[in-house]
């Protein structure tokens, strides 16, 4: 029972780390309607930076700062070069122009600083905590408890602020936001700015554990089974859909894995979100709009 | 280019509903497959055929079977290269099983077989919907890959999972040459466009675009959606399957699922979308644009920026590329080479005189 | 119409809501075959929602629909086009990456006969199947007038074309009901008088059935042989234009509010 425990344990922390690039995801969807596939490249983009220059010699401070105005920079390049001219087309080309953008920003931060593998030390060591006779990683808990700092910190950005007022007037009606003077491109840009400090958070602590390398930017194929079964409108919904996938799959591989030699961890995700979406086509959280004709 | 229309009226529907209208864009379609049989096999060299024309020829049948799906049905997918892996791994396997079965038959049965997976992960799209459904094609693609590599027997046994593909022998004849591998590609490449290029103007084709633009209005006009989107599932597939056989069997000669991953898949998708959605013609404009733009790039970091660029960057520098066309194509030209094509042909008809 | 003749299209106590939200409450009405029937009443009075029942785009709660002699509970898209019921839609619904020829051809898809196999060989029944539902589509696009936009894609064509266009994919099917949505909506004087005529021809020449949708009072009264009122999701008047129009509920509700 308690290796159960572990490995449930083991999962849902790992499913943290899911949750945050799946908020990054759901923060630009509401805003912008647009489905990010470079939410993955944006997260490689953070921490590749992030690594590189505290290599050079940058302070941890300095090197975070510097990483998060990038990602502000790159949200300003994007919306002047890029969604301000795609305004009003359907949502698969918007879908389809944010492929194309993981192989712009893929490229650029491999061409700026390599494509080696990085060490990442945040000073976290990761050697096992017993708590209540249970043997978790400190390091996982460490990241729960950031990443949840992290949440926390966005909800009261977006209830306590004139700028989450608008950023959730923007969410619920793009044209009636505009109507009241909300100015839609600036909203993008923050929102994507904000996208862009969760994939800083998420690479940090995916790096800190992997080693920074392009595979980090894979992970957004882990995120978007988590926004099917949580739905693309709720932040909580992808902290529970992270949660469940990041649980369900560790323990299907250590007791359904061995069945099926292995390695189902990839695939999983992906049925269990179809199961999901065959039952509950809007996820657990999201809402269904009538359609009307 | 600078022929006129005028004059050529259809008499007739059949000749109104013909994919070429007029005389001069049957005699060019004519004069190019002269040359693509009867000419390039001789002139061709080693290189031609082996790194440009038949990845280009294979390629633009996997843009084909992905824009069906995609581009025609209205059904966005991230899982073309597992029904390529599953059409290379089925006719190798029914090579193995069934000595002296026909080369061209196995890989028409690797089709079937693709179609009939394509049609697995195509049933979740009756009741879901834009890119909820690239979780179904997500799933087979991961899925189709580790079934792939997990499981010997789809390899007899082989632990790489490399294997090599078997002679190619049509009817006794050996096409294992490069250039007979060229023209075996071209002969089963060239019948499914002709299918293909029916099928998008028969009631078929009108349904999938009818799903495609508005699947409620399709329904009340009575098409039967499940089976318009299963039909475009299992024939995108089965086109799908025998490209990646040819993938197999004609350019790499090996079997391997690991040419079979979601970038080929991406690659596909980016085929369709710079070539032009909608189109039979822009499948074989983005295939050139894919295999050549990295063809052309090396060529001119050898020669122009020698020394300016250094080595390991020219991949970044091909992502780069990749990426700002397809967003420069998405902002500018949502329909692609295709109509880029037809842009310039209207020009020419009018040059010098723009009126 | 005499008395005695079953009505082609029968309501009975229809019921629809959204998430509890009531669109139409206990409605019925008949509409004989052969005539042109009205539906009026102000906006949110739930006459798309009805027309949306008849054709099975939304299933109701309760009630009963009968059609061509058959009784359903409910109806479903499909069903409702193999049984001859053809619609266009208030918000136009044309497949705009289409011309306005294969919009129409479209609308033969279910008499179409060839499998899709023949259609990929051009082989056996596909090519002369083709040729059959082109010549139907010609009759089509000949009678609205649409031939020199035969091959135009959709989306490039003004508005009232595009309604045209959409009657046009509707009547290919050569329906026996044909449901109309405020077909003329946002149309000019000239248009809306093309269009009237349009209906009123479809109706003489080959006897469908028509229900249509119009805010227009004066074109109601001009072209229909039946008003069907609601209001607020009820039925508030069903009778002959003249007659419905001196109800006082139905001035109180509607007419009322109009300068004339």
């Keep these: 029972m308690s290796f159960f425990m572990e490995v449930l344990l083991g999962g849902l922390l790992a499913g943290v780390m899911y949750s945050l690039v799946a908020i990054g995801f759901v923060l630009i969807y509401k805003a912008s309607g647009v489905f990010n596939f470079a939410q993955g490249s944006m997260v490689l983009f953070a921490a590749l930076t992030f690594v590189s220059l505290l290599e050079r010699g940058l302070p941890f401070w300095l090197a975070f700062v510097l990483s998060l105005l990038s990602m502000l920079l790159l949200a300003l390049l994007l919306e002047r070069l890029v969604l301000r001219h795609l305004v009003n087309r359907p949502p698969i080309t918007l879908f389809m122009a944010t492929l194309g953008l993981s192989y712009v920003v893929e490229g650029v931060a491999q061409a700026l600083w390599g494509a080696q593998v990085h060490g990442l030390d945040l000073g976290i060591e990761d050697t096992p905590l017993e708590l209540g006779g249970l043997m978790l990683s400190r390091f996982d808990l460490f990241a729960a408890g950031s990443a949840g700092l992290l949440v926390l910190l966005l909800s009261l950005l977006f209830n306590k602020t004139r700028i989450g007022l608008s950023l959730r007037a923007v969410a619920d009606d793009q044209l009636a936001a505009l109507a009241v003077g909300i100015r839609l491109q600036r909203m993008w840009v923050l929102v994507w700015a904000v996208a862009g400090l969760v994939g800083l958070v998420a690479g940090l602590l995916w790096g800190a554990r992997l080693g920074v390398q392009f595979s980090l930017s894979l992970i957004v194929l882990k995120a978007l089974p988590v926004l099917i079964i949580g739905g693309f409108t709720s932040i909580g919904g992808a902290i529970v859909g992270g949660l469940i996938v990041g649980a369900s799959e560790k323990l299907a591989e250590v007791y359904l894995g061995p069945l099926l030699s292995g390695g189902i961890e990839n695939w999983f995700p992906y049925v269990l979100a179809l199961l999901f979406l065959l039952l509950r086509p809007a996820g657990l959280f999201g809402e269904r709009a009538i359609e009307r004709v | ?355 | 119409m005499s008395e005695t003749v079953a009505p082609l299209l029968s309501l009975a106590h229809i019921s629809l809501s959204f998430k509890g939200v009531k669109a139409v409450t206990d409605i019925g009405f008949d509409v004989a075959e052969g005539e042109i029937c009205a539906l009026i009443g102000p906006n949110g009075a739930g006459k798309s929602s009805l027309l949306n029942v008849i054709n099975g785009v939304y299933q109701p709660q309760q009630g009963e629909i009968r059609f061509a002699g058959r009784s359903r509970r409910a109806m479903q898209p499909h069903e409702a086009a193999v049984a001859g019921i053809a619609r266009t839609f208030q918000n136009i619904a044309l497949f705009k990456g289409m011309s306005v020829l294969d919009n129409i051809l479209t609308g033969r898809n279910l008499a179409s006969r060839s499998s899709w196999l023949e259609q990929a060989f051009r082989l056996g029944r596909a090519v002369a199947d083709e040729e059959a539902q082109r010549a139907v589509a010609e009759e089509v696009i000949a009678f609205l007038r649409l031939q020199a936009w035969r091959h135009t894609p959709v989306g490039q064509l003004p508005y009232g074309l595009q309604k045209r266009v959409e009657l046009g994919r509707a009547l290919a099917a050569r329906p026996r009901l044909l449901l109309l949505d405020e077909p003329m909506a946002g149309m000019n004087r000239e248009e809306k008088r093309e269009m009237s005529q349009f209906i009123r021809e479809v109706n003489q020449v080959f006897g469908t059935t028509i229900v249509l949708i119009e805010h227009d009072i004066g074109v109601v009264m001009e072209l229909s042989d039946h008003v069907v009122v609601l209001d607020y999701g009820r039925k508030i008047g069903d009778g002959e234009p003249e007659a419905v129009r001196a109800l006082p509920e139905v001035i109180a509700a509607y007419l009322g509010q109009q300068r004339h």
Excluded: C
């Design chain 2, 1 to 355: 280019m600078f022929y006129q229309e005028s004059g050529q009226f259809s008499t007739r529907y059949r000749q109104d509903g013909r994919a070429l209208r007029l005389w001069q864009q049957r005699a060019a379609l004519w004069a190019l497959l002269a040359l693509a049989f009867g000419l390039l096999p001789f002139i061709g060299n080693d290189y031609w055929f082996s790194a440009i024309l038949i990845p280009f020829l294979v390629l633009s049948l996997a843009g084909l079977g992905l824009n069906l799906l995609t581009g025609y049905a209205g059904q966005l997918s991230l899982g073309s290269a597992a029904f390529m892996a599953v059409g290379a791994f089925a006719s190798y396997k029914l090579q193995f099983l069934l000595p002296g079965l026909p080369l061209l038959l196995s890989f028409v049965a690797g089709g079937v077989v693709a179609a009939a997976v394509g049609v697995v992960f195509g049933l979740p799209s009756l009741r879901i919907k834009g890119f909820y459904l690239l979780v179904s094609t997500l799933a087979a693609q991961f899925f189709v890959e580790w079934l792939l590599t997990k499981f010997a027997w789809f390899s007899n046994g082989n632990e790489s999972g490399v294997i090599t593909a078997p002679p190619l022998l049509v009817a006794g004849h050996d096409f294992g040459s490069p250039a007979g591998r060229y023209l075996l590609t071209l002969s089963v490449v060239l019948p499914l466009f002709v299918l293909a290029a029916n099928l998008v103007r028969s009631s078929l084709g009108r349904n999938w675009m009818a799903v495609r633009d508005m699947d409620t209005a399709a329904a009340v006009i009575g098409i039967p959606i499940l089976r318009t989107k299963l039909l475009a599932f299992a024939i995108s597939s089965f086109i799908l399957g025998v490209a990646g056989s040819l993938w197999a069997f004609t350019y790499l000669g090996t079997v391997e699922p690991h040419g079979f991953d979601l970038s080929r898949s991406f690659q596909v998708l980016f085929i369709i979308i710079l070539g032009g959605m909608g189109s039979i013609l822009g499948n074989f404009l983005g295939a050139a644009f894919i295999v050549l733009l990295p063809i052309v790039l090396s060529i001119l970091s050898g020669s122009l920026l020698s020394g300016v660029l250094p080595a390991g960057q020219l991949e970044n520098l091909q992502k780069i590329i990749f990426g700002v066309l397809i967003i420069l194509f998405l902002i500018k030209e949502p329909d692609g080479l295709a109509r880029l094509w037809q842009g310039w042909r209207a020009r020419a008809r009018l040059w010098p005189l723009r009126f």
